[in-house]
């Protein structure tokens, strides 16, 4: 390695990331970048601090990658076509950003000549083959550095380093590897290594500060967020205005036990009060507005997507084509729906949409049939059994 070269570093300020840009100027001789690529995750002023502590620690250059729209409509947007809640428990926050953020910073490294490309990933997690598989195939010519997997360091270890290196370091802070974006938080700590501690409320960023109960409308245009309590919002403009509102309750927060892509399992808390309302209020309109075989094969195809986008995936061609089945069934999925928050939980009320199925011109459930017979039905019911009775009469079993 000679000091001319370029390293590009995954830099969030985080403990991990601030090892990694200490360790590459000193210990490998490297000129470090560093960019961070914002799916959502930071405000002005965060990034702003972001900035200062990466130069601080000694890189040549800093920037931000605003990918937030890009996110939203290269992957979140299928997120919420698919109602997509991997284990039907987490909505993929982490999973789905890390795709995102690696491609931006492939195209990135190549763009300023990086000899190099670096990343504060573990050997144990997912993020790891996520970085390491989308470097790989979208700028194979550059070497991928990972100096916490390679020196198989731990928290503690990273601490000691910077505080040796004149950085200071709040322990309790860097206690809980938190993850903030668009469509979610991830929050990893002691407990989660464990399988039966729970996190405590304070390693949740959002903490509790409403009380009342409140009604939320959302309004939906071919699957996409278009209105928040009858106000026009873009979609990423919709989702931030539900993430302000419903985190105030403390809702979305759960924690996340999955098989990770390397094979042993693994367990996160996460809360992502947008995401969890908007997939739950999607979902409901859908029930109203598509076909129970429109419902059915979207099930089955939105959870292939979201293991394969989990997995990274994303470039796989069969991805282009779920897409393309996702997005053609939204047609008619546009209507109101309306969530009742109260602390810690909510509850969709109902819709209002002119593609409601639900209409009363053939019947009502229950209670009339207006386009049909007693004896429709009893006819219906006796073809319908065939199958079974020629089965039983075969094989005698009933």
């Given amino acids: 390695m000679h000091p001319s070269d370029k390293v590009l570093l995954a830099f969030s300020g985080g403990l991990d990331t601030s090892f990694c840009a200490k360790y590459l100027k000193h210990e490998k001789g490297l000129a470090v970048y560093s960019a961070i690529v914002n799916t959502g995750g930071f405000s002005d002023a965060e990034l702003q601090v972001i900035q200062q502590k990466a130069y601080a620690l000694g890189v040549e250059q800093h920037i931000t990658l605003e990918q937030t729209e890009v996110f939203y409509d290269k992957i979140v947007k299928y997120l919420i076509f698919g109602n997509i809640l991997k284990n039907n428990t987490y909505p993929l926050s982490v999973s789905a950003e890390r795709v995102h953020q690696a491609i931006a910073l492939a195209g990135y490294a190549k763009k300023i000549g990086a000899k190099y490309i670096a990343h504060g990933s573990t050997g144990a997690g997912n993020d790891q083959v996520r970085f390491d598989l989308i470097f790989q195939l979208i700028a194979p010519e550059i070497e991928i550095l990972t100096p916490i997997r390679t020196l198989q360091l731990s928290r503690t270890e990273e601490i000691e380093y910077l505080q040796r290196h004149g950085v200071e370091v709040d322990a309790q802070k860097a206690k809980y590897s938190i993850n903030k974006g668009l469509w979610g938080t991830s929050v990893g700590g002691a407990e989660t290594l464990t399988s039966h501690l729970p996190l405590p409320d304070s390693a949740y960023p959002s903490g509790l500060k409403a009380e009342g109960p409140e009604t939320l409308q959302i309004g939906f245009e071919k699957g996409e967020i278009h209105s928040v309590n009858g106000q026009p919002v873009t979609p990423v403009e919709g989702i931030r205005r539900i993430e302000s509102i419903a985190s105030r309750y403390a809702i979305g927060r759960d924690i996340h036990i999955g098989d990770t892509i390397i094979g042993i399992k693994g367990r996160v808390g996460f809360e992502a009060a947008a995401a969890t309302v908007i997939i739950k209020a999607h979902h409901a309109l859908e029930k109203h507005t598509l076909t129970k075989w429109q419902l059915h094969w979207k099930e089955q ?14 470039f796989d061609p069969v991805m282009r084509n779920i ?3 996702l997005t053609d069934t939204q047609q008619f999925v546009s209507g109101e729906v309306t969530v009742s928050l ?11 949409s002119p593609h409601d199925l639900m209409t009363s011109d053939f019947g ?11 004896e429709d039905v009893k006819g219906f019911t006796r073809i319908l059994a065939n199958p079974v009775q020629i089965f039983n009469h075969v094989n005698h079993v009933l």
């Fill in 342 to 352: 109260a602390p810690y939980r909510f509850s969709i009320d109902g819709i209002r």
């Fill in 301 to 314: 195809m939105a959870g292939w997507y979201g293991m394969f986008l989990h997995e990274a995936q994303y």
């Fill in 323 to 325: 897409e393309h089945f």
């Fill in 364 to 374: 009502q459930y229950g209670e009339t049939n207006l386009k049909w017979s007693g």
